[in-house]
């Protein structure tokens, strides 16, 4: 039940005084609201729980963890005798 | 999809498991918070790639799970009451009440529906309004900004037959709680990301000081997991016991301040019963007085039924890392996910219920994992 998952806004709308959004997950578009991040713009990325946005994702700090993460793997090989 | 498949990249989960394995140098035991990544951890079979000295035991983050057996009963009341629709997320619907489940009282002729969205139970209450809708509002922090919305829309638009019964439980409470037992055994916790992405996580820094321990805000891909397990033991290694966050992309430390404003404009912290754990001082939210009149529990006048737990279920000792499902002698023989005895056997997010589906299957029926 808790799970949320990343999808990408592609239009903003307001319904009823709510900010609303059509959220793209890989091909499935589905409504959510985006009243907690008001900030959100389309292409931005979201993750939804239970038809709520409650976080925008940054693009750059992805981006950085991932290279991050390949680097610290890459030391440990560099000094590996043996593969695992 | 963009941030899921490099987060399921299997080459860069396993060059993190090997670091992990570099780094280890004697037992540690964590505690993954969240029943999505305890779900996550068990599909992908992460437990059993990491060294022996590596015990991962599952916490109570399982909203679907901690909800207290009256609450249960109250919910089962109130549905089987003439002219309610009831609206509850799918997953509650098996989870056994003293007496029956939603799915019976609805066989029985009960007017409940499963909703996505807390707002298409005020949708419903605005189209039925001869009818007294109410939803079942449980979850952490991460469902609370979608549940306190519901009571400002049917506010705003002026529904006076639009209630909701209110089970919220919070993270950092729990936590203390596990930590307080003289039976603990958690050393090192992977927070909960999404609840996290609500919150922020500085209210876990005074806990981590108090308690010595390292905590890691971890996101819910093998590879955030990978991660967050990889950054509690670095910690543990080095015997430093700070907050760290390796879900940058979708985490900060104070979390989403407009989320924070409105929760706090609805609820107020009360102290909350746990299923199979029993009460938490100041653990959960309920509606402030302003709000009262949305309250189902004084609407349907059930606020004094109590329930007595199954003697049989030992669900309490493993949401709070004490006991792995298996070792439940029910497992498995008197509990399975179609015949529940206890909560952690019903959601998807429960132990018992990933333990049952992805290792108790033969290997041809089970899914694929890393
Ligand atoms: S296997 Fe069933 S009875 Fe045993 S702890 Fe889990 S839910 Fe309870």
């Known amino acids: ?84 | 999809m963009k941030y899921l498949t490099e987060y399921r990249d299997a080459d860069l989960v396993h060059g993190l498991i090997n670091k992990i394995k570099e780094i280890t140098t004697q037992h540690w035991t964590l505690m993954e918070i969240c029943g999505g990544q305890t779900h996550s951890i068990i599909k992908n079979g992460l437990d059993q790639l990491l060294p022996d000295q590596i015990e991962l035991v599952h916490g109570p983050g399982c909203p679907v799970c901690v909800t207290p057996l009256e609450l249960i009963d109250k919910a089962l009341a109130i549905a089987s009451k003439p002219d309610v629709i009831f609206t509850s997320y799918g997953d509650m619907l098996r989870v056994p009440g003293s007496q029956a489940d939603l799915f019976s009282v609805r066989a029985r002729g009960g007017d409940i529906r499963v909703v996505y969205s807390p707002l298409d139970a005020v949708k419903l209450a605005q189209e039925n309004p001869d009818k007294e809708v109410v939803f079942f509002a449980i979850g952490f922090e991460t469902t609370a900004p979608a549940n306190v919305m519901s009571v400002l829309q049917a506010d705003q638009l002026g529904l006076d037959n639009f209630s909701i019964l209110v089970s919220h439980v919070r993270v950092p409470q729990a936590i203390e709680a596990i930590l307080s037992s003289p039976h603990n055994r958690v050393q090192g916790f992977l927070a909960a990301g999404h609840v996290c992405a609500v919150m922020g996580y500085w209210e876990y820094i005074p806990l981590a000081k108090k308690y010595n321990i390292p905590m890691t805000i971890t996101g819910f891909e093998p590879l955030d997991i990978a991660q967050g397990i990889l950054t509690t033991v670095e910690s543990l290694e080095a015997g430093t016991c700070e907050v760290k966050n390796a879900y940058i992309r979708a985490v900060s430390k104070k979390g989403n301040q407009n989320a924070q404003a409105v929760i706090n404009k609805v609820f107020e912290e009360c102290d909350r019963k746990w299923r199979g754990i029993g009460l938490i001082p100041g653990s959960g939210w309920r509606l402030r007085p302003l709000y009262t009149k949305y309250d189902a529990e004084k609407r349907f006048q059930v606020e004094t039924i109590q329930a007595e737990e199954s003697p049989l279920c030992i669900s309490g000792l493993v949401l709070q890392g004490q006991k792995k499902p298996d070792q439940c002698e029910a497992f498995g023989t008197l509990c399975t996910p179609e015949n529940p005895l206890g909560a952690t056997m019903v959601s998807d997010e429960g132990a018992c219920a990933a333990y049952y589906r992805y290792r108790t299957q033969t290997p041809g029926s089970q899914e694929k994992g890393l």
């Open chain 1, 1 to 84: 039940m808790c799970l949320a998952v990343p999808g990408k806004i592609i239009e903003i709308y307001q319904k009823q005084e709510l900010k609303m959004a059509k959220v793209d997950f890989s091909g499935v578009t589905r409504e959510a609201c985006i009243e907690h991040v008001p900030e959100a713009k389309i292409g931005d990325y979201a993750i939804i729980h239970v038809g709520f946005a409650i976080s925008l994702l940054s693009e750059e700090e992805a981006q950085q963890s991932i290279d991050l993460l390949r680097e610290i793997i890459e030391a440990g090989e560099l000094e590996d005798e043996e593969p695992v």
